[in-house]
Nanobody, 125 residues
């Protein structure tokens, strides 16, 4: 069956860095746009970054531009989120998700058919 498994979350101090990973299985990974979303307590789930099927195009939420980078390795069926200069407001559960490549760099949550279980990121001040 299809599985997306996130890892790399944790508790860090403000200004630190984390690298999240998402390993996919059971799907033709290179035919999917991949996105990283986050959801903080009491808030809606929001897209943080998205990367095209080839890795050639990316897009970021304004709140993370310049601090976060998304990348993928299709040979390893994995997508990554490098997060630098973390802030307390980055605290959330982070999810990776897959959308059919035909949607392009989509921000629409409903376009993402496959989701991981999430990994907690907590940034202390």
């Amino acid at each position: 069956q299809v599985q997306l498994v996130e890892s790399g979350g944790g508790l860090v101090q403000a200004g630190a860095s984390l690298r999240l990973s998402c390993a996919a299985s059971g799907l033709a990974f290179s035919t999917y746009t991949m996105g990283w979303f986050r959801q903080a307590p009491g808030k809606e789930r929001e897209l943080v970054a998205v990367i095209s099927w080839s890795g050639g195009s990316t897009s970021y939420a304004d709140s993370v531009k310049g601090r976060i980078a998304i990348s993928r390795d299709n040979s390893r069926k994995s997508v990554y989120l490098q997060m630098n200069s973390l802030k307390p407001e980055d605290t959330a559960v982070y999810y990776c998700a897959a959308a059919p490549a035909g949607y392009g760099l989509t921000y629409r949550i409903s376009n993402y058919a496959r989701w991981g279980q999430g990994t907690q990121v907590t940034v202390s001040s």
